[in-house]
T-cell receptor, first 116, second 118 residues
């Protein structure tokens, strides 16, 4: 089974509107971390936000928030007030356990286009 | 100071050549990785080293050989390059969570090396 599933290959959003990028995950480990990364056309991978499996509250970082629904195993990224510079690929990722040995599992990505 | 630096940023080479990509991190992380991102943007792990020791070795051709002289460096050497090796290669580093309940230490990525084999 896929560890991380992103079902939206591409999304469009109007500038200044909010957008939700979907991510579901699969793990039986009680300790895990969920991450979102942004990859603009320049190619670098930029860390956006993190949610721990034991965190009681949804993570927020500026205009980014993570809608964490543990029972549904979903970790959707919400971008509020979209900006043109938000146009990029977005990857959801998961790390099981706490050891730095553990690899990340990445989703296939969602390409977000922000329209002016 | 760049946290994870990899060189070169671009590499164009002919089939059959041998090339290396270097990676260095100054974050004090204990684990380093190589990922390959294909033309469809899918990120696939290749190798992971922890304190110079190979931890993860996914199904990667023997032509790819990682070398970690110390825990701050993880280089990737590729022999007999093939057209299918064309991709973006990312180096990354990370460390473990602190209190045993948090897997919050994500990756810090290098800027990527775009390898084109012609």
């Amino acid at each position: 089974a896929q560890k991380i599933t992103q079902t939206q290959p591409g999304m469009f959003v109007q500038e200044k509107e909010a957008v939700t990028l979907d991510c579901t995950y699969d793990t039986s480990d009680p300790s895990y971390g969920l991450f979102w990364y942004k990859q603009p056309s320049s190619g670098e991978m930029i860390f956006l936000i993190y949610q721990g499996s034991y965190d009681q509250q949804n993570a927020t970082e500026g205009r980014y928030s993570l809608n964490f629904q543990k029972a549904r195993k979903s970790a959707n990224l919400v971008i509020s007030a979209s900006q043109l510079g938000d146009s990029a690929m977005y990857f959801c990722a998961m790390r099981e356990g706490v050891s730095s040995f553990n690899k990340f599992y990445f989703g296939s990505g969602t390409k977000l286009n922000v329209k002016p | 100071d760049t946290a994870v630096s990899q060189t070169p940023k671009y590499l164009v080479t002919q089939m059959g050549n041998d090339k290396s990509i270097k990676c260095e991190q100054n974050l004090g992380h204990d684990t380093m990785y190589w990922y390959k991102q294909d033309s469809k943007k899918f990120l696939k792990i290749m190798f992971s080293y922890n304190n110079k020791e190979l931890i993860i070795n996914e199904t990667v051709p023997n032509r790819f050989s990682p070398k970690s002289p110390d825990k701050a460096h993880l280089n990737l050497h590729i022999n007999s390059l093939e057209l299918g090796d064309s991709a973006v290669y990312f180096c990354a580093s990370s460390r473990a969570g602190l209190d045993g309940k948090r897997a919050n230490y994500g990756y810090t990525f290098g800027s990527g090396t775009r390898l084109t084999v012609v």
